[in-house]
Each structure stands twice: as structure tokens, then as C-alpha cells.
């Protein structure tokens, strides 16, 4: 298992470098460029645009443009200036990263709490009234994009009178330092990004289990353990729920890109200091080196993602070994 593990961390470093490419060259077929607002400004001078072109490097041919970027990266670990802020692209991850975490996990955590005990109920009791009322709400869920469910949200909060609609502080609170009420004041506005980040991921992860479960139900090793007299909960719990679980990990794998490019336009309607608004906003200001560092951010947090989710299953599962 470490030699494999081992393999699979050193064949990052050369995705990566192909990541890298396939990401600038995406960049840079976007059409128009960061200069082309300097361009259309009447009081700029084509001297003065010249001049900040320059500047910026966007004078120099394109591969040269990557090649003292990746320089930057592996040399000095700098991935570049955000053109739009003024600032360092990894200053300006950083920000928001934490932010970003912290709602990924709680609403990670909120999201399987609760769908993995619906899947299983809808799976036991797929014919009654309860579970055909959760199938349609799992189906409407997938169904609702999350900012129309975001806008429907504050809505319904502004119109019963509250004011915890947007961000997750009051304007009293974001720059207070740490208290008890701040605390208070963040669980009063966190529900709404849980509710909205989090909707989705529960309906999906709700009919996954239910199917996985109503797979392993037919299974013969599941006949054969109620053949043998055992308590329906060591049937359930031990026999059923345990192997039909192993498809959810893979699952769990893939959402840790989440992490950046979820439900952007959500976070956008709610103000959340995410990055997935950092991204938009990147790829409309054509700010590149933040755009591409965001993008291969990503792709590293799939690749370790499913490396987490290949160690996990073979951990969970003894069927499956790597060799």
C-alpha cells in the first residue's frame, strides 16, 4: 500500500505540469485580454497602455509568459500577481482559503449526516408514503439551482423580519476580534450557506445511498446472513450498510474540488469571502495568474482526492488491494 501511495504522490508532480499547460493554453484562447479595459478608456494614452503592458509582462510571447511563470512556481514558489487587486496570487488565496475550508467542512459534515440516514431509510422502506415524499424532495433539491435557493432564502429571512441575510457577520462583527458574541452572531448567519451549499450534496449523496443500498439488499452474502438466523440490525448494520458504503467514498473523493469551484454564483447572492467568487470574478477580469493558479488548485485537490478515496476503500473494503 505505501509503495502505491508513494507512486501515485510522485505521478502528481508531471499531471500537474500537463495541468498547468492545458490551463494557460485555456487562458489564454479566452477572448480579449486584462489590457483591453485600459484600451477602451478614453483617458488612457496608448503610451501609458503600452507602458503598463510592459509592466505586466503581457508584451512577451505567450510560452515565454508560462515558462517564467512556472519558473516563478518551482524557483521561488510565486505564482504570479493578480493584476486586478495589485496584490500576490498566493495572498490572495489564502484570504479567502480558510473561509472556504471552514464552510466545505461544515457543510461536508452537515451534508452526509444527514443523507446517509435518509438513503438507508429510503432503501428499507421504499414503498411507503414518508420515503416517496424524501425521493421527490432528494429529485426537486437536484433539480433547483442554489442561488435561485439562496435568493428564496433571504427572502423568506428578510420577510420575517430578520436581518441575518448576507455574509457570515454582521457589518459590527467583521472586524471585531474574537468573542462570544461574534460567535453567536456567525451561527446566526452560517445556517443559510449550509442550507444553500449544502442541498444539493444531500439529495445527491441520499439516492446514492439508497441505490447502493437497495444493490447490496439482492446481494447473496445478505440472503445467506439472514439464512443463517442474524438479528436484522447485525444484517443491516454489519452485512448491508458496510459494503454498500464503499461507492460513497469514492464519492467523497471527488468533492474535495468542491472546496473551490462550488456553488459559485450561491456564494456570490450570499457574499460569502469564499473562492469561488475569487474565481468568477478572475476569469471576467481575464486576471490570469489567479485564474490558473485557482484552476490548477483545483485539479491538485481531485488528484488527491481520489488518492485519498483509493486508500480509504482499500481500507474499508479488504476485496480491494493494489498491487
Same mark, same amino acid.
Given at each position: #500500500?505505501?509503495?502505491?501511495?508513494?507512486? @501515485?504522490?510522485?505521478?502528481?508532480?508531471?499531471? $500537474?505540469?500537463?495541468?498547468?499547460?492545458?490551463?494557460?493554453?485555456?487562458?489564454?484562447?479566452?477572448?480579449?485580454?486584462?489590457?483591453?479595459?485600459?484600451?477602451?478608456?478614453?483617458?488612457?494614452?496608448?503610451?501609458?497602455?503600452?507602458?503598463?503592458?510592459?509592466?505586466?509582462?503581457?508584451?512577451?510571447?505567450?510560452?515565454?509568459?508560462?515558462?517564467?511563470?512556472?519558473?516563478?512556481?518551482?524557483?521561488?514558489?510565486?505564482?504570479? !500577481?493578480?493584476?486586478?487587486?495589485?496584490?500576490?496570487?498566493?495572498?490572495? =488565496?489564502?484570504?479567502?482559503?480558510?473561509?472556504?475550508?471552514? &464552510?466545505?467542512?461544515?457543510?461536508?459534515?452537515?451534508?452526509?449526516?444527514?443523507?446517509?440516514?435518509?438513503?438507508?431509510?429510503?432503501?428499507?422502506?421504499? /414503498?411507503?408514503?414518508?420515503?416517496?415524499?424524501?425521493? !421527490?424532495?432528494?429529485?426537486?433539491?437536484?433539480?433547483?439551482?442554489?442561488?435561485?435557493?439562496? #435568493?428564496?432564502?433571504?427572502? %423568506?429571512?428578510?420577510?420575517?423580519?430578520?436581518?441575518?441575510?448576507?455574509?457570515? !457577520?454582521?457589518?459590527?462583527?467583521?472586524?471585531?476580534?474574537?468573542?462570544?458574541?461574534?460567535?453567536?452572531?456567525?451561527?446566526?448567519?452560517?445556517?443559510?450557506?449550509?442550507?444553500?451549499?449544502?442541498?444539493?450534496?444531500?439529495?445527491?449523496?441520499?439516492?446514492?445511498?439508497?441505490?447502493?443500498?437497495?444493490?447490496?439488499?439482492?446481494?447473496? !452474502?445478505?440472503?445467506?446472513?439472514?439464512?443463517?438466523?442474524?438479528?436484522?440490525?447485525?444484517?443491516?448494520?454489519?452485512?448491508?450498510?458496510?459494503?454498500?458504503?464503499?461507492?460513497?467514498?469514492? =464519492?467523497?473523493?471527488?468533492?474535495?474540488?468542491? %472546496?473551490?469551484n462550488a456553488s459559485i454564483i450561491g456564494s456570490i447572492v450570499l457574499n460569502l469571502p469564499t473562492i469561488g467568487p475569487l474565481l468568477y470574478s478572475s476569469?471576467?477580469?481575464?486576471?490570469? /495568474?489567479?485564474? #490558473?493558479?485557482?484552476? $490548477? %488548485?483545483?485539479?491538485?485537490?481531485? &488528484?488527491?482526492?481520489?488518492?485519498?478515496?483509493?486508500?480509504?476503500?482499500?481500507?474499508?473494503?479488504?476485496?480491494? @488491494?493494489?498491487?
Amino acid at each position: #500500500m505505501l509503495t502505491y501511495a508513494l507512486r @501515485r504522490l510522485l505521478g502528481i508532480l508531471p499531471t $500537474m505540469l500537463v495541468i498547468s499547460a492545458v490551463c494557460f493554453l485555456v487562458i489564454q484562447l479566452q477572448p480579449g485580454s486584462f489590457i483591453d479595459q485600459y484600451l477602451e478608456d478614453p483617458r488612457m494614452s496608448r503610451e501609458t497602455v503600452a507602458r503598463i503592458t510592459e509592466q505586466l509582462g503581457l508584451n512577451q510571447p505567450a510560452w515565454m509568459q508560462y515558462l517564467r511563470w512556472i519558473e516563478g512556481i518551482f524557483l521561488r514558489g510565486d505564482f504570479g !500577481f493578480s493584476f486586478t487587486n495589485s496584490r500576490p496570487v498566493t495572498s490572495m =488565496i489564502w484570504d479567502s482559503l480558510g473561509w472556504t475550508v471552514f &464552510l466545505a467542512v461544515i457543510t461536508m459534515l452537515v451534508s452526509w449526516l444527514v443523507a446517509i440516514p435518509l438513503g438507508v431509510y429510503t432503501a428499507l422502506n421504499r /414503498y411507503g408514503w414518508p420515503a416517496t415524499i424524501m425521493n !421527490f424532495i432528494g429529485y426537486f433539491s437536484l433539480a433547483t439551482p442554489d442561488y435561485l435557493v439562496a #435568493m428564496l432564502l433571504s427572502a %423568506l429571512v428578510l420577510k420575517l423580519g430578520w436581518t441575518n441575510v448576507n455574509g457570515l !457577520f454582521s457589518p459590527q462583527f467583521i472586524d471585531a476580534p474574537w468573542s462570544g458574541p461574534k460567535v453567536l452572531d456567525l451561527l446566526n448567519h452560517l445556517w443559510i450557506p449550509v442550507i444553500v451549499l449544502g442541498l444539493e450534496g444531500v439529495a445527491s449523496i441520499m439516492r446514492q445511498m439508497r441505490a447502493s443500498m437497495l444493490d447490496v439488499m439482492n446481494q447473496d !452474502f445478505v440472503r445467506t446472513a439472514r439464512s443463517k438466523g442474524l438479528a436484522s440490525k447485525v444484517v443491516l448494520w454489519r452485512h448491508t450498510f458496510r459494503n454498500a458504503v464503499n461507492p460513497l467514498i469514492s =464519492i467523497a473523493g471527488l468533492s474535495l474540488p468542491n %472546496l473551490i469551484n462550488a456553488s459559485i454564483i450561491g456564494s456570490i447572492v450570499l457574499n460569502l469571502p469564499t473562492i469561488g467568487p475569487l474565481l468568477y470574478s478572475s476569469l471576467i477580469n481575464k486576471d490570469q /495568474y489567479l485564474a #490558473m493558479t485557482l484552476l $490548477m %488548485l483545483s485539479a491538485l485537490l481531485l &488528484l488527491i482526492g481520489n488518492l485519498l478515496a483509493d486508500l480509504a476503500l482499500a481500507w474499508a473494503d479488504p476485496r480491494v @488491494r493494489f498491487e
